[in-house]
């Protein structure tokens, strides 16, 4: 069973930066694509992107090319999600979840409970 476990969240001005970490536990965690959604208040749930198990990177959503970057330490068993430039239309509540590959959010099955990140002046 894989556990996963968020930190990083929190209120950022637009323009500032944050870096989100998604921490596994389990045996499994060097085999799985780990993921970053997001939810804006009153919006469906979107990908952001991923990371497969060989550290390809998948973007999901258009918006956060040459913005956000995603990167694994096999070793730490923790995934982190570096965001720049952030604007006030990347708030939301981000959650990161494992699937056996980078494909559509049906495919995950394990998730983490959610943090929210907040960009306002």
């Known amino acids: 069973q894989l556990q996963l476990v968020e930190s990083g969240g929190g209120l950022v001005q637009p323009g500032g930066s944050l870096r989100r970490s998604c921490a596994a536990s389990g045996l499994t965690f060097d085999y799985h694509a780990i993921g970053w959604f997001r939810q804006a208040p009153g919006k469906e749930r979107e990908g952001v992107l991923c990371i497969s198990s060989n550290s390809d990177t998948r973007y999901y959503a258009d918006s956060v090319k040459g913005r956000f970057t995603i990167s694994r330490d096999n070793a730490k068993n923790t995934v982190y999600l570096q965001m720049n430039s952030l604007k006030p239309e990347d708030t939301g509540v981000y959650y990161c979840?494992?699937?056996?590959?980078?494909?559509?959010?049906?495919?995950?099955?394990?998730w983490g409970q959610g943090t929210q990140v907040t960009v306002s002046s």
């Open positions: 979840a494992a699937a056996i590959a980078c494909r559509s959010s049906n495919w995950f099955d394990y």
